[in-house]
């Protein structure tokens, strides 16, 4: 009911920057969240950032003053902003959509199929 997808992973040497997109699309509530989880090889998911509707954001502290999670509500996009990265980084990248999709207004996730970042040292 709601799709996720996401964009702009690849490689990058460490203490460069990407940006990751990713778009929900289909029915989508006005008040959601959504948030970036990653997973490196051999250990388990792991969150990363998430933003509501509002703008509030919060950062796994690793991250924080690396990463910038924004959104553009009309797009129902959110982008991740990594800056300074470090071959620590290096994951395959998910983000997932929070939010009702019917009268009941219980929130359900959706994930997107996730974006490989590659931080070379």
């Known amino acids: 009911q709601v799709q996720v997808v996401e964009s702009g992973g690849g490689l990058v040497q460490a203490g460069g920057s990407l940006r990751l997109s990713c778009e929900a699309s289909g029915k989508i509530f006005v008040f959601n969240a959504m948030a970036w989880y990653r997973q490196a090889p051999g250990k388990q998911r792991e969150w990363v950032a998430g933003?509501?509707?509002?703008?509030?954001?919060n950062y796994e502290d690793s991250v924080k003053g690396r990463f910038t999670i924004s959104r553009d509500n009309r797009k129902s996009t959110v982008y991740l902003q990594m800056n300074s990265l470090k071959p620590e980084d290096t994951a395959v990248y998910y983000c997932t959509y929070r939010g009702p999709t019917d009268s009941s207004l219980v929130p359900h996730d959706y994930w997107g199929q996730g974006t490989q970042v590659t931080v070379s040292s």
């Open positions: 933003i509501t509707t509002s703008g509030t954001t």
